[in-house]
């Protein structure tokens, strides 16, 4: 660190030797560290142990490590994801309250601790919060966690009563005696339920016996919300506590070459500069001196060589790929069935097209932000994160001391979208700043950094083709992608011995539609812009891909391009049953208003299935979206009105990214910087979002992702619908239409 004259202090990194790779060794270090921790979780299934935990506040006993009861009849259930507006604070506790069969007026939720879950051997099992598996990969030890907490509240009372457990039953938060009519409250009986052993087996109630789970139930985090009471990372106000700004270098994979503190050593209230291998930071007693000075400090950057990377650079880069032969260009395959190339050769008809998406940033509402306090005996942070493990485990790496000496406040997320995720560089940062002070420093990074300096969602590019027989209907596919991968990007000595199974996200595997023969491969293209999880990761661009050409397939067939999906759905009865809801429900085979035209799309992400139909309209090459129709069935649905208001945010999401939703880059830097280059959609182009749950049950799913990647597709077959023209590459706006 350098002071400006007049302050004290030393330290910092030294000697800046050599650049950077876009985020650093340190983070993937983290997520290597941490994704293996949680791979590890998963396994854990109903096995996670049961046993309390230590006392809520002092006071509650605790059944189970998941529920403490207080003497008022409060029931505390503890929360191990972090809620970021999807409603997981209610979905996870309904569950646990549907089997402990208390009163859901007295229920209240409390984050686990990441700290004491590693202290306690990962009792509360995988904490992190993505790829909209909240629900679906906590339900069976939620569910159990409940019905265990029932067996001990009933099996204390009995005790006590002196009669047969059998004889004895949990309803609205009390433990009744069918026989005498006697009651007991859960907290009149939890002092002695907390001494009971945990049974080793309970039975789990069958869907069809639910009573609170699986009605639409209001979030119990938004009436503190409307009154302002929850902290939000960037609400954390710590005494005596200094603020920091921060500049990265503005080309991506450059690296920090020197700094005049000097350059600022007049204005006020500036504390200190931090040298970081790729930033720098200013330390002040307010963030906007903080960031003031940032602006003004003398910087002088290297671009390792990546000043002249630019978008059309990396577009004839990744091109390239489309045609790549596999000798020279390590092809990998993602799927292949029967003889595509033969099938090509001796089609009717043969179509191909070429698509291309751009690089997206999250935009979060709340710009990435950590308070970070460096002692002698540890670290505490108070951070937004989806991954308190990874937090935990970069302020550990950070500050160089064990991962028991670091403590993590969760706080509300505004925003995640999976930007704060498996990579938490700004953990990383807070705590190297915090390094050089005795107080609190929190760092916010400005909207601009915000934007200019994500981990984006990759740009890539898809060629399509497709042999028709006489019929119209496919003989055989085959897709190339190419382009960036994330994986890729985190792991050193990436190649073709790893298979990045993200990348062909919805079209191995899931691929939904009979084609007989059909080849995915795909081709690697690594560029030094950062790369991220972003909401549904590859299956949007995948989606984009698919379903365009699926209509474009249709068109050439002459058949309906519902219709023509539904051919091909034979073999996938619950992609076929949300198609049909979606069609049925926006009425397809009745004309829309006049000048209104539909385009359709469907796909399976995050072990749920989503269809939908697009109501647009183009006027003067504007086009405006009146109506969404979103079927979805994720398997089991917990809370409906969730299910709902997830759906609709995740369309007015994704609307936004295939309107506006473009990071281009020029001299090495992303040139978009906020929200007036960087636009979101407004409340008045919001179009009417119906949404219809179609619950097949039998397995649970997410919903917070898959209602993202068929929207733009279903927009640009509807934008076909009423001009004649294909859209093949997003955002919208580049278009004349």
């Not at 069969?101 to 990441?114: A, G, L, Y």
């Not at 539909?598 to 072990?607: D, F, P, Q, S, V």
């Amino acid at each position: 660190m350098q002071h400006p004259p007049g302050n004290s202090g030393a330290g910092g990194y030294g000697e800046l030797g050599g650049c950077m790779r876009s985020g650093g060794d340190l983070d993937r270090r983290s997520f290597l560290v941490t994704t293996s921790a949680a791979a590890g979780a998963l396994t854990l299934g109903f096995a996670i142990p049961f046993a309390g935990a230590g006392r809520a506040g002092g006071r509650a006993p605790e059944i189970t490590c998941w529920i403490a009861i207080a003497p008022d009849d409060t029931v505390t259930i503890r929360i191990a994801r972090s809620e970021m507006g999807q409603g997981v604070l209610t979905g996870l506790a309904m569950l646990v309250a549907e089997e402990l069969e208390c009163d859901w007026s007295k229920v209240r939720t409390e984050f686990v601790s990441p700290t004491l879950n590693l202290a306690k051997n990962r009792i509360w099992g995988d904490t992190s919060t993505g790829a909209s598996r909240s629900i679906a990969s906590s339900q069976d030890y939620l569910r159990r966690a409940g019905a265990t907490a029932r067996e001990m509240l009933i099996a204390a009372a009995a005790a006590q009563w002196r009669v047969p457990v059998a004889q004895c039953v949990a309803a609205n938060g009390a433990i009744v005696h069918r026989s005498s009519g006697r009651t007991l409250s859960f907290a009149a009986i939890a002092p002695a339920a907390a001494k009971v052993t945990p049974p080793a087996d309970v039975a789990l109630k069958p869907p069809s016996a639910w009573k609170l789970a699986g009605t639409p139930q209001r979030r119990l985090d938004v009436p503190n919300k409307v009154t302002g009471q929850p902290v939000y990372a960037i609400d954390v106000r710590l005494p005596n506590m200094l603020y920091a700004a921060i500049r990265h270098c503005p080309v991506f994979g450059g690296a920090l070459k020197s700094v005049d503190a000097n350059s600022i050593a007049e204005m006020p209230g500036v504390r200190g500069v931090v040298r970081m291998p790729d930033a720098v930071a200013v330390v002040a007693d307010s963030w906007w001196r903080a960031k003031r000075a940032a602006d003004a400090l003398a910087v002088t950057w290297d671009d390792c060589g990546n000043g002249g990377v630019s978008t059309a650079s990396i577009a004839k880069f990744v091109r390239a790929g489309l045609a790549a032969d596999f000798a020279a260009d390590a092809v990998q395959i993602g799927r292949a069935d029967g003889d595509a190339a033969a099938a090509l050769a001796s089609a009717a008809a043969r179509i191909e097209a070429d698509y291309e998406v751009p690089f997206l940033a999250h935009a979060t509402m709340e710009p990435q932000t950590c308070t970070a306090q460096v002692r002698a005996d540890g670290v505490e942070i108070w951070v937004p994160t989806q991954d308190p493990a990874t937090a935990l485990a970069t302020a550990s790496l950070a500050a160089d001391v064990a991962h028991d000496k670091v403590t993590v406040h969760r706080t509300m997320l505004g925003g995640g979208f999976g930007r704060r995720a498996p990579i938490q560089e700004y953990v990383r940062q807070a705590v190297t700043i915090a390094k050089e002070f005795d107080t609190p420093v929190k760092l916010i990074w400005s909207r601009e950094q915000d934007i200019a300096h994500d981990r984006y969602r990759p740009f890539g590019m898809a060629r399509l083709t497709a042999g028709l027989d006489a019929d119209g209907m496919p003989l055989a596919c085959t897709i190339r992608l190419a382009g960036p991968s994330f994986v890729a990007s985190l792991l050193p000595g990436f190649g073709t011995n790893i298979i990045d199974r993200t990348f062909v996200s919805g079209l191995a595997d899931e691929m939904p539609y009979a084609i007989p023969n059909y080849r995915l491969d795909y081709v690697v293209r690594p560029t030094p812009v950062p790369l991220g999880v972003w909401r549904a990761i590859n299956y949007t661009q995948n989606a984009f891909y698919k379903e365009c050409f699926i209509d474009e397939m249709a068109h050439a067939a002459g058949i309906d391009p519902y219709l023509y999906r539904r051919k091909l759905l034979a073999n996938s009865p619950r992609n076929l049953a949300v198609l049909d809801a979606a069609a049925q429900h926006a009425d397809w085979n009745a004309p829309p208003a006049a000048g209104v035209f539909r385009g359709i799309a469907l796909n399976e992400a995050c072990g749920s299935y989503c269809a939908q139909v697009v109501e647009a309209s183009v006027k003067n090459g504007e086009v405006r979206v009146h109506r969404v129709v979103a079927a979805i069935d994720p398997g089991h649905v917990v809370n409906p009105l969730s299910v709902e208001m997830q759906v609709q945010g995740a369309i007015v999401y994704a609307l936004t990214a295939a309107f506006f939703g473009e990071i281009t880059i020029k001299n090495g830097a992303a040139e978009q910087t906020n929200f007036d280059c960087y636009e979101m959609l407004r409340l008045a182009d919001a179009p009417k979002v119906e949404t219809v749950i179609v619950p097949s049950g039998g397995f649970w799913g997410g919903v917070g992702e898959p209602p993202v990647p068929p929207l733009a597709p279903a927009l640009c077959n509807a934008i076909f619908a009423a001009t004649g023209k294909r859209v093949r590459s997003l955002p919208l706006k580049n278009h004349d239409l």
